[in-house]
């Protein structure tokens, strides 16, 4: 089982110039998208989804600070 984060512009479409890396944990993958979402969003993207190979777990979550 592998988690990653699928990239997403606010039309839901993927952001495909961002590579998503691999995690062994759902831990692992949330404490690394809780370090890199400033980055992200500087990259153009603007919400995550989680996903556990293929399966989303959650989201799309976004990456933009709530007003």
Do not use: C, I, K, N
């Amino acid at each position: 089982m592998t988690w990653s984060w699928r990239m997403e512009s606010t039309d839901g479409s993927t952001v495909d110039a961002v590579p998503s890396e691999r995690f062994p944990s759902q831990a692992d993958a949330e404490s690394w998208v809780g370090e890199a979402w400033q980055e992200l969003l500087s990259q153009g993207v603007d919400a995550v989804s989680l996903l556990e190979d293929d399966r989303v777990v959650y989201g799309p979550m976004s990456l933009h600070p709530a007003e």
